[in-house]
């Protein structure tokens, strides 16, 4: 994964460089998945892979750090049409969301009573 760079074929999170607006828009623009395409985050010198709805939701949070979302509010930014997200799914997709990222698990806070948050 390090020889993923930002194409129009694989699309990067660079978290060192908040907000991340240029990607999180073109990530946004994705209606459907495509086929081939790769997602990434990158954290310091890691890069890691991840699946379309993980990097939809990290892209999400991380636009606004430190602003709670619900998880209807999250499930409404992400879902697409041929990859639908619900509240019961979400939580696993979190998860493993979290377990992807390692290290850096705790930049995704859960908020009692109200969500989730992308701390810096």
Known sequence: MDDCTPTDRCLIL????LPPS??????????????G??????????????????????GFLAAKPYHAYTPRQIVEA?????????????????ASLREKLGFFADYIQTVPYIGYRFKE
């Open 22 to 35: 240029e990607v999180i828009e073109r990530a946004a623009t994705l209606r459907k998945p495509a086929p």
């Open 78 to 94: 992400v879902t697409r049409e041929r990859q639908p997200v619900t509240e019961a799914t979400l939580n696993q997709h979190i």
């Open 37 to 58: 395409w790769s997602y990434a985050a990158r954290m310091g010198r890691t890069t890691i892979a991840l699946d379309a709805v993980e990097y939809r939701i990290l």
């Open 14 to 17: 660079d978290l060192r460089q």
